[in-house]
């Protein structure tokens, strides 16, 4: 006898749902792509990496790990936008100047980006499982 939660229909929406998710931690939009979900993926993609973009314009800085609650946070903000994040601190960008006058704005927009791609992830998730069209 087969348990429900162990049917193989179960396991293929349990690895269709992970698929989609990593995809889009990794890329903006591209978990929507994989869902088939072709005009939602491009919309995504353009306006988080413009936010980003914009950011690293704006002289934001791209955070690591450092201690503290607060420390965390920003480091979980930045690197939610998964692999601009990744690119950008192999290649040296967003160092920020705090004596820069957009210094603020553009960490602010970096991390609105990543905490944005976080809400695309659940999207994914919710169009993976059958939740939402």
Known sequence: ??????????????????????????????????????????????????????????EGKLFSLESGFFGFLRFFADAAIGLPYIIGKVLGWGQGDIRSLGYEYGNTFIYTAGLINMLLVLDAFDIAQGRKQ
């Open 1 to 58: 006898m087969t348990r429900i939660g162990h049917s193989p229909y179960h396991l293929e929406l349990m690895t269709k749902t992970a698929i989609a998710c990593v995809f889009a931690w990794l890329v903006p939009g591209a978990g929507h792509l994989f869902l088939n979900k072709w005009k939602r993926a491009a919309v995504f993609f353009v306006g988080v990496l413009l936010l980003f973009a914009l950011g690293l314009y704006m």
